[in-house]
Nanobody, 124 residues
Framework: QVQLVESGGGLVQAGGSLRLSCAAS????????MGWFRQTPGKEREFVAG????????SYADSVKGRFTISRDDAKNTVYLQMNNLKPEDTAVYYC?????????????????WGQGTQVTVSS
């Protein structure tokens, strides 16, 4: 059973930065694409960023392009999301998950059971 644990969220002012981490236990993530997603109350979960299994390709939602960077460290079985120039509309609970390809990541499937997520709050 794979367990995903997100961390690194917090309260930050607009224009600030945060680095989220997603640690996986139970199996290696090295052969899967990984993605970050976010959700606010009353809205569906949305795709934020994805990285291919070999780390050579990335994909971002238009709303975060140029501000967020996804990366992975397969030796640590961890995926990161560096978030810069944060905006109040980035406020959400952030989750990570895996899938076979970045295209599949964008479908927002529960490949592994969703973790608890990490809350990001950006004040104006």
């Amino acid at each position: 059973q794979v367990q995903l644990v997100e961390s690194g969220g917090g309260l930050v002012q607009a224009g600030g930065s945060l680095r989220l981490s997603c640690a996986a236990s139970g199996r290696t993530l090295g052969t899967y694409a990984m993605g970050w997603f976010r959700q606010t109350p009353g809205k569906e979960r949305e795709f934020v960023a994805g990285v291919s299994w070999f780390g050579g390709s990335t994909s971002y939602a238009d709303s975060v392009k140029g501000r967020f960077t996804i990366s992975r460290d397969d030796a640590k079985n961890t995926v990161y999301l560096q978030m810069n120039n944060l905006k109040p509309e980035d406020t959400a609970v952030y989750y990570c998950n895996a899938d076979v390809t970045i295209a599949a990541i964008r479908q927002i499937r529960e490949f592994y059971r969703w973790g608890q997520g990490t809350q990001v709050t950006v004040s104006s």
